[in-house]
């Protein structure tokens, strides 16, 4: 008969001290107070550029509308701060101006915008024309956000223009410093 001796090392397990675990911890932490703000900021600056992208289409679809039905259409901006998701910041008149009435703010869950403009309405005419002397600008900004972008129609003829401006987001009296480019 054989006999097995079984070795009498003791157990070992592998486990993390209290000490290693704590330190685990506190560089995620770390990382994370680091990493969020600039991923909330950077989610607030594409909803901004949504927003503003969403104005200059919609404003281009509503230019050439008196071609195509061959009629004024005036457009009217809403402006205001502390507006909500889906708050209206601009209507059309006549209805057929464009394929929706009312131009709305993004949807983005907790964010609140700021819009302010140099003239709260403008009219269409033909080949793209507006009946404006000078320039409308509408500033659009993010609460909590420093920066703000812009949509300007030149005077008389009606070119859309996209602008930012990074350093401010005072839509009442600032401008944007930059254009063509968010």
């Not at 054989?2 to 486990?15: E, R």
């Not at 989610?43 to 927003?51: K, M, P, S």
């Not at 009219?123 to 024309?129: K, V």
Request: charged letters at 10%.
């Amino acid at each position: 008969m054989t006999n097995q001796t079984h070795s009498s090392q003791p157990w070992k397990t592998s486990a993390f001290s209290l000490v290693e675990l704590m330190v685990v911890v506190s560089t995620l932490l770390i990382g994370a107070a680091v990493v969020v703000p600039i991923i909330r900021s950077s989610y607030q600056r594409d909803v901004l550029n949504e927003a503003i992208r969403g104005l200059e289409g919609w404003l281009l679809e509503v230019s050439r509308s008196p071609d195509q039905n061959g009629q004024t259409c005036v457009v009217t901006f809403t402006t205001g701060t502390g507006l909500g998701r889906g708050s209206q910041i601009a209507s059309v008149s006549p209805t057929s101006c464009a394929s929706t009435s009312t131009l709305t703010l993004p949807t983005a869950q907790g964010q609140t915008f700021s819009v302010g403009a140099s003239g709260t309405t403008v009219s269409y005419t033909r080949r793209n024309a507006i009946t404006s002397t000078s320039n409308v600008e509408v500033r659009v900004a993010i609460t909590g956000l420093t920066g703000m972008r812009c949509v300007r129609l030149q005077a008389i003829s009606g070119l859309v223009r996209m602008g930012r401006n990074n350093t401010s987001s005072t839509v009442a009296s600032q401008s944007c410093n930059e254009w063509n480019v968010l």
